[in-house]
């Protein structure tokens, strides 16, 4: 049951083939003999998991169930889940316990009635592109225990890879869901900006950050934002749309599709083995029906620049709230107010999650919001402006996910700079508010890569149909590492 997609696993449940109970101790037998190993969990609570699949079991016997009841499900430890401790990978929450649940918990468990697992491990804060900021340790990537599988989102894309879960729940505010999943061999998804509720989901960078589905395919992906989205009074940038069905479009035909292959994602900077299979997906594209159209990206170099202004901006407001007050940890010992807060945050949060907050400090200092903030979001405008013109002469936009496969542990924890350029296709994608995805396309070395998918706004459908007739073709996204049977 462990390679069973979502469809066949609900229809395994409606049939009394086999029980939540029986299935979530099948995924929670996997994690206690795998994770300690690949640290993809940080919390597990495997009484209260089986009473969630009893409840399951409850609705199904009663006939009350919906398409994803009792089915299993890793949530990343960035979303609030009441009684469960709620981390985000830092010490300055490592025993802070959520006492109500975010919307996209809601909406899975009380309403769709999946049975969490446990909460996954993450960078600290969501700061990071390969999970080794975490407060709990580096998680390890299922296709090479040597190497990082991506982050922020580290922790779901090994859990889902090694088959700890069948899906999990991601946050992408530079390309947390896109890039972990591409390194990982898996299928995730960033909806457009505002699609998926961010209340109880920790801020990191207000106007970036976005909650969406980790998957083993695309069908899975569509079946969980169906579940995942939706308006939310409580949450100022959610969107008030009619609702949709994000599975509508997976069997429609690819003839006539219109291929965006913008020139700066295939110059210079992307290792050969990563565009080989990139370029051969392509290819299979075109077998399917698909026309390929040259386009252009112009401020798309600037991205990088722009996010490292905006979202440490955003991120040194939204962590001022971590003083020691309220919630979270304390420093023990302090002299007085002024000297709690700053042993409680230097104590409490990590080099990265510092060095963030530094830097957007300074850029919204008196004298530097002109120059740096100001400008960036200037230039942000003309990234999204970029695609909007692409967007005239092309229906999906294709490229690589990442200029590299899974670098090793260690190898860029000294170089901040060389970090942040693993997301330097993807970063464009939530300064626009597009959706954007990463579906397996091959291999390179061994390692996983990714193929990412941009559409334009709202069109998760479109972009969903697109790579599940890819995968329908394919067998990429099917493979398994080695060692997790």
């Known amino acids: 049951m462990i390679n069973t997609g979502l469809k066949e696993l609900s229809q395994a449940l409606a049939a009394k083939k086999i029980s939540s109970v029986?299935?979530?101790?099948?995924?929670?037998?996997?994690?206690?003999r795998l994770n300690p190993d690949l640290n993809a969990f940080v919390t597990v609570d495997r009484e209260k998991s089986l009473k969630s699949a009893a409840d399951a079991d409850a609705r199904l016997a009663a006939g009350t169930a919906g398409a994803l009841t009792g089915i299993p499900i890793a949530q990343k430890d960035i979303f609030c889940a009441e009684g469960w401790t709620t981390t985000c990978g830092s010490k300055m929450l490592a025993n802070f316990v959520a006492p109500y649940d975010a919307t996209v918990i809601e909406?899975?468990?009380?309403?769709a009635g999946m049975v969490s697992l446990g909460k996954t491990n993450m960078d600290e804060f969501a700061m990071g592109s390969s999970n080794e900021t975490s407060y709990?340790?580096?998680?390890k990537n299922p296709w090479d225990r040597t190497r990082v599988p991506g982050g922020s989102s580290g922790g779901s894309a090994a859990a889902v890879a090694a088959r700890l879960a069948p899906v999990?729940?991601?946050?992408?505010?530079g390309g947390s869901i896109r890039q972990p999943a591409g390194l990982c061999n898996l299928t995730g998804l960033k909806p457009t900006y505002g699609v998926?509720?961010?209340?109880?989901?920790?801020?990191?960078a207000s106007s970036l950050d976005q909650g969406g589905p980790m998957a083993q395919s695309a069908e899975d992906c569509a079946l969980l934002l169906n579940a995942m989205a939706g308006f939310d009074p409580r949450d100022s940038t959610s969107l008030e749309r009619p609702a949709e069905d994000y599975a509508r479009d997976l069997d429609k035909p690819l003839a006539g599709l219109r291929i965006g292959l913008p020139k700066e994602f295939f110059a210079a900077g992307c290792d050969a083995g990563v565009m080989a299979a990139v370029q051969a997906a392509i290819k299979e594209y075109e077998k399917l029906g698909a026309a390929i159209v040259d386009v252009s990206l112009p401020n798309s170099h600037l991205s990088v620049p722009a996010y490292y202004v905006i979202a440490p901006a955003e991120a040194s407001s939204n962590l001022s709230r971590y003083d020691g007050v309220r919630f979270g940890y304390r420093a023990p010992e302090y002299g007085n107010l002024d000297d709690m807060y700053m042993k409680t945050r230097a104590q409490g949060f990590g080099a990265e999650v510092k060095r963030r907050i530094l830097i957007g400090a300074?850029?919204?200092?008196?004298g530097y919001y002109d120059a740096y903030y100001l400008q960036a979001q200037r230039i942000r405008r003309l990234i999204a402006n970029d695609f909007v013109e692409a967007f005239k002469s092309c229906d999906v936009i294709m490229g690589p996910t990442s200029p590299t496969t899974a670098f090793r542990l260690g190898e860029k924890s000294a170089d901040p700079v060389q970090m942040y350029l693993s997301d330097i296709y993807t970063i464009a994608v939530n300064l626009a508010g597009l959706p954007g995805m990463s579906v397996p396309c091959g291999f390179a070395d061994d390692l996983p890569v990714g193929l990412q998918l941009i559409g334009n706004y709202f069109d998760e459908a479109r972009l969903l149909g697109v790579a599940h007739r890819y995968q329908m073709a394919t067998d990429w996204h099917r493979r398994l590492p080695g060692g997790i049977d």
């Open 22 to 32: 029986e299935l979530s101790s099948l995924f929670l037998d996997r994690i206690e």
């Open 107 to 111: 909406k899975l468990h009380a309403q």
């Open 136 to 139: 709990f340790g580096p998680v």
């Open 168 to 173: 999990a729940t991601g946050t992408d505010t």
């Open 196 to 204: 998926v509720s961010r209340y109880g989901m920790i801020a990191y």
């Open 362 to 366: 300074y850029v919204l200092s008196h």
